[in-house]
């Protein structure tokens, strides 16, 4: 049939106005797609999700992405976007600027071998994509180098993540993948922005952007702390001590932030984060960029000794056979509001997620903040009878030593008393795993227990009675090294031993004990709480196992990726039959379980890369649950403990003996000088009514600001409430109308 001329015409007007409007449209939703002044750099690129004010952008040639924070008019780029004019960089450092991961594997010779995705695999024409809800999944293939490693990019609610497909990744001929770094640039500083990388090693930190410290290392360490299984980790005989005989501390939170200019992001690992290394570098080292990021050890390495034929001992090491197949390796960004985009803005919305997505509830009651009275019950010692040397037990604090020492805090105004009572069991002070939980004789009867737990709670006080069950120095008891005991990759029981902090070599003096494998976890803990219970106490005390993350190596182990939740689990178990624990130094995962956390670090690593320490632990779970300091009396800097409480919001916490000081030397619990209670009490009692007097008023707020005010002076704000400015200077310093004396502090009222 033929159309008359005029309806042809008609027709095709219509068609070409429908095309036009159809290519009009496309370009204007384009154009309202980019956000502005970014167009030229995101031409290449393709919207692939769009979730409230986050539009996510990826470049299917390359791999690169970029997120579009709306709200706050930022644009977040996993490769910098000026990197081309990088004058430093070269080598391995201009593909790793190129590339979305960077991977190591090992070969069928054991020879280590680096790659980048942008040279290795994107060139090697190894790069494939697959669009999904909300995001995009891409596959990069190290074609030369037999791996594939899926990523996919997607936006969430109010987050972007960046997630390895661990159940996905493949080695198909002899090399094996060990670790993968995510999006090691994405928010990376150049040479000319301002800011710094928030890392949470111990109580937190700060790396300056172009800090100039290129002859500092680069930052590296593995969130919840080295792996004893991979024979990584040598402690002291009570790691509660630990920060006060070593300048190294451990990360105890999953997250790591940038701020850069006045834009900030918060990245949270929610997934295999006992896997995860934080990294971070400053400009000048191999790029001009300043950049932190998550690495993900996908398969481990164990460490083992062999004797030589001359006796010598060499190191050998074997990868794991576990990896981190079954949970995917997922960081979530959070972007911060321009105006809360400081590590406190950071805090607070890692405070926001655990409350929200974690469903963590606080424990920490309105009244006077506690007063943490840690308390050594017995030691073993060597001691001459009838000329023949015999060990004997040598009793620090008994039952009527706590008697005494809660009335003397008592008649002195203070209620909120928490003890904090180790090595009390018998036979268990480093000698056999304290599942009995039977108090030793010479300290006094269970009936006197019971007699002082009740005093002490018609006083407003409590006790805690606290053991170590990872730590075990003797067989017996159930527990065998052959069944029970942590094994290495040659399967066979790993032996833990001391350092000497001298000489960095093995500290023969100190005999070497084992550690419990995280399969017996369960079955000694139930044992051990079962036992408890007959004592009718209502608070329990678990030294380690809320700040040791280690794994199984052998044949039959198992993997750190498992651990956090066979923790969670045994704490679980362990409150639903007595409900009130007390950890020490607790990794993220733990916390939620605990109505009191001791000895929580108030610095961070003494690395020379760092450029501040910061309270960021302390801001995250303050007015959530009960913190303290480490001990007081074992600080090289006593002076400072109520600058620091009031700084950090945390608790003091003394370390104290009842009777015989003199015996602890040479002692396994040599680490405890200056322990003699009746030498520090009067200045206890002094520095708690002045540490109470501020925080009792906002124990229950959380900390809303604390900024650096000059060198050596930082303030502190707590919700609405009030302020504290402490300086740690010997001479006064003013600010604004302000006059701090030397070693001293104020309060403002309000904000």
């Not at 692939?48 to 579009?68: F, P």
């Not at 959530?624 to 620091?644: G, I, Q």
Request: aromatic share 12%.
């Amino acid at each position: 049939m033929v159309k008359p001329r005029g309806a042809m015409i008609a027709y095709t007007l219509i068609v070409v106005y429908a095309l036009f409007t159809i290519f009009t449209m496309n370009t204007l939703v384009k154009a309202e797609s980019l956000p502005s002044g970014w167009g030229d750099i995101l031409s290449s690129f393709e919207k692939v999700s769009e979730q409230n004010d986050l539009v996510l952008y990826a470049d299917l040639k390359t791999g690169e992405i970029a997120v579009w924070d709306k709200k706050n008019d930022n644009v977040w780029f996993s490769n910098p976007p000026d990197r081309n004019d990088d004058k430093i960089a070269s080598g391995f450092y201009k593909v790793s600027l190129n590339s979305q991961i960077l991977i190591s594997y090992s070969d069928a010779k054991g020879v280590v071998l680096n790659r980048g995705s942008f040279l290795h695999c994107v060139q090697r024409g190894g790069l494939s994509h697959e669009k999904i809800e909300n995001g995009i999944i891409f596959k990069y293939d190290f074609v030369e180098d037999s791996i594939t490693v899926p990523v996919k990019f997607s936006i969430g609610d109010g987050f972007f993540s960046a997630t390895v497909l661990t159940d996905e990744i493949e080695e198909y001929a002899d090399n094996r993948l060990l670790t993968v770094d995510l999006l090691p640039y994405f928010g990376a500083g150049g040479e000319k922005d301002q800011g710094y990388m928030m890392i949470p090693d111990g109580s937190g930190a700060l790396i300056y952007m172009n800090n100039g410290k290129i002859k500092a290392g680069d930052y590296a360490a593995p969130v919840y702390g080295e792996d004893a299984g991979a024979g990584g980790l040598q402690i002291p005989a009570s790691s509660a001590h630990l920060v006060t005989i070593t300048s190294k501390e451990t990360i105890r939170l999953p997250v790591f932030g940038i701020r850069k200019n006045n834009a900030g992001f918060l990245a949270v690992i929610t997934g295999s984060a006992s896997r995860a290394q934080i990294r971070a570098s400053v400009s000048g080292k191999g790029t001009s960029y300043n950049n932190a990021f998550a690495r993900l050890q996908y398969r481990m390495s164990g460490t083992v000794l062999l004797t030589q034929k001359e006796f010598s001992e060499r190191k050998s090491t074997i990868p794991e056979r576990l990896s981190a197949k079954g949970t995917p390796f997922e960081v979530r960004y959070f972007f911060l509001d321009n105006n809360k985009s400081d590590y406190v803005g950071m805090a607070e919305k890692y405070r926001e997620y655990l409350l929200k997505e974690k469903q963590f509830k606080g424990t920490v009651k309105e009244g006077d903040i506690p007063l943490y009275v840690d308390l050594y019950g017995y030691v073993y010692k060597i001691k001459p009878f009838l000329g023949i040397p015999v060990e004997r037990v040598i009793p620090l604090t008994t039952l009527e030593d706590v008697r005494t020492i809660n009335e003397i805090l008592a008649s002195n105004g203070i209620k909120n008393i928490v003890v904090k009572y180790n090595n009390w069991v018998k036979n268990a002070s480093f000698k056999k795993i304290p599942v009995r939980a039977e108090m030793e004789k010479k300290l006094g009867s269970a009936k006197e227990f019971k007699e002082l737990e009740k005093e002490l709670s018609e006083h407003g006080a409590s006790i805690y009675l606290c053991s170590d069950l990872i730590n075990v120095y003797e067989t017996g008891y159930g527990f065998s090294r052959y069944t029970d005991a942590l094994k290495s990759v040659a399967n066979t029981p790993l032996l833990q031993v001391q350092y000497a902090l001298d000489s960095a070599a093995v500290d023969s003096r100190v005999p070497k004990w084992y550690m419990l494998t995280p399969m017996k976890f369960n079955e000694f803990f139930s044992r051990y709480t079962d036992n408890l219970m007959k004592l009718d106490t209502g608070n329990i005390g678990l030294d380690n196992i809320g700040s040791m993350c280690y794994s199984d190596m052998s044949s039959f182990g198992v993997s750190r990726t498992d651990i956090p939740g066979i923790v969670e689990r045994v704490l679980e178990e362990v409150i639903a039959r007595i409900p009130s624990l007390m950890l020490e130094n607790a990794n993220a995962y733990a916390v939620p379980y605990a109505q009191h956390i001791v000895g929580t670090p108030i610095n961070a690593s003494y690395y020379d890369i760092f450029d501040e320490h910061i309270p960021f632990y302390q801001i995250v779970y303050h007015g959530l649950v009960n913190l303290s300091m480490p001990a007081v009396n074992l600080s090289s800097t006593p002076e400072y403990a109520v600058l620091k409480a009031l700084e950090t919001g945390t608790s003091l916490l003394y370390s104290w003996v009842g009777r015989n000081n003199e015996e602890l030397f040479n002692s396994r619990l040599n680490h405890l000088y200056s322990a003699d209670y009746r030498l520090w009490i009067d200045e206890a009692i002094a520095n708690y009514k002045k540490v109470n007097a501020v925080l009792s008023r906002v124990w229950t707020k959380p900390i809303t600001g604390h900024t650096k005010l000059a060198e050596g002076v930082y303030m502190t704000t707590y919700g609405d409430e009030l302020s504290v400015i402490v300086n740690y200077n010997s001479a006064p310093v003013r600010v604004n109308e302000n006059t701090i004396e030397g070693l001293d502090y104020i309060v403002i009222e309000g904000r």
